[in-house]
């Protein structure tokens, strides 16, 4: 039982929403549009500006965003697609809405991002894949120019699933690029949920530098909809056309409203991000028993998750889980494999040791609070909280 006297509830992830977005959204209530209106193509921009991309399309959520560059990447009925086990199910599940079929590779035991050296095994020994979508796990940037080469080798398209990755950035040939910038990809992603870097409550967002597939998301966002300039004068402006059904997959200008406050703030949140994440290595770096995350996750990411992995496994660290929750640190463990997912067991006999690296990671991993919101006291009670359990579960 939680006692009263205990620290304020701290959760892995959780928003942080001020004046300035509350102001934000309550002048779009006052204003003649709620949705579909100009603050939607306001936020669309500022995201292109902050990474770099030609175009974007803001849509309901992450998950729609990856169904949505699945279907412009003409993803269909027995077309293969490859992604990361460690990962959210949305990351495969976008594949399976086409009608395709998800496979996975393993991760890369130094970044626990997919793996070029697999995918590149997995090509030579199979028969490519329709789409790869490489996974920027805890907002570490996947290997992406490595699997950009693979991509030009074998046909493949290549979609970054950026949703841990706004306000992260990778070097390549002496420059810094933005997760997001599809200078290696055909198309990025980013999810908008109130655990991410920024929020727009629920919401997501595809980016790209190609003006076709631009287009095709776009319709699509819009139950397929299409508004052609020349049909417009012929027919009158209320005229559109659908060749392909589409969604409703729509963000509201309120919701983009909510993001551009938070987007004037992604430089604070990042920061701040970090300096968490440095606190923790420091309390951490000497326990032999522990196994500290990447350390892109502290150069060059925007810090989405602090995973930190216990040597002894899943015992200890079910323990550990169940302390810090009776001292109302609520933690997450991210992620169960996904190709251990009854689903993809059943349909496709994915069966313990396909992914050999992601399993054991998940076997130890756990993920603890990390949201600007947290005080210098919050960081401090999480560590100390975190190693006092993990003494007394003998890890």
């Known amino acids: 039982m939680v006692q009263e006297s205990l620290p304020h509830p701290l959760y892995y992830g959780c928003q942080s929403v001020d004046d300035e977005d509350i102001a934000a959204v309550t002048s779009v209530l006052r204003s003649d549009f709620l949705t579909t209106g100009p603050v939607v193509e306001a936020f669309e921009q500022r995201l292109c500006e902050i990474t770099g991309a030609k175009y974007c399309i803001a849509c309901a959520n992450g998950t729609a965003a990856l169904h949505l560059a699945c279907m412009a990447v003409g993803v269909g009925p027995g077309d293969l697609g490859l992604t990361s086990p460690l990962s959210f199910l949305a990351s495969a599940n976008c594949i399976e809405y086409c ?63 950026a949703a841990h990755a706004l306000g992260s950035f990778y070097k390549y040939c002496g420059r810094q690029y933005a997760c997001g910038a599809c200078v290696h990809t055909d198309l990025a992603v980013f999810s908008f949920h109130p655990v991410k870097t920024i929020t727009t409550v629920e919401g997501g967002a595809v980016m790209t530098n190609n003006e076709k597939l631009a287009a095709r998301v776009r319709g699509f966002r819009n ?154 006291d919050d960081v401090r009670w999480v560590t100390d909280s975190f190693l006092a359990a993990l003494k007394n579960a003998g890890a």
Not at 281 to 305: G, M, V, W, Y
């Open 99 to 161: 009608r395709g079929k998800a496979d996975f590779i393993d991760i890369d035991s130094q970044s626990l991002c997919l793996s070029p050296e697999g995918l590149a095994e997995y090509c030579r020994d199979h028969e490519p894949p329709r789409v790869v979508i490489p996974v920027d796990f805890a907002g570490i940037p996947a290997d992406l120019p490595a699997l950009a080469a693979l991509s030009k080798q074998y046909g493949f398209a290549l979609i970054e699933d």
């Open 223 to 376: 139950h397929g909809m299409q508004r052609t300039k020349g049909l417009l004068t012929e027919h009158g402006g209320w005229f559109y056309e659908m060749h392909e059904p589409g969604f409703n997959y729509r963000l509201s200008d309120l919701q983009c409203a909510l993001g551009i406050s938070q987007l004037n703030r992604l430089d604070r949140f990042r920061k701040r991000r970090r300096e968490i994440v440095s606190h923790y290595n420091q309390a951490f770096r000497s326990h032999d028993s522990l196994i500290l995350p990447p350390k892109a996750l502290a150069e060059t990411a925007c810090p989405h998750l602090y995973p930190i992995r216990i040597k002894a496994g899943n015992e200890a660290r079910r323990q550990v889980y169940e302390a810090l929750k009776e001292n109302n640190i609520f933690c997450q463990v991210h992620y169960i494999p996904i190709h251990l997912q009854p689903y993809y067991a059943r349909k496709y006999g994915y069966t313990r040791g396909k992914c050999p690296k992601a399993e054991r990671y998940y076997s130890r991993c756990l993920s603890l609070p990390l949201f600007p919101a947290m005080s210098d």
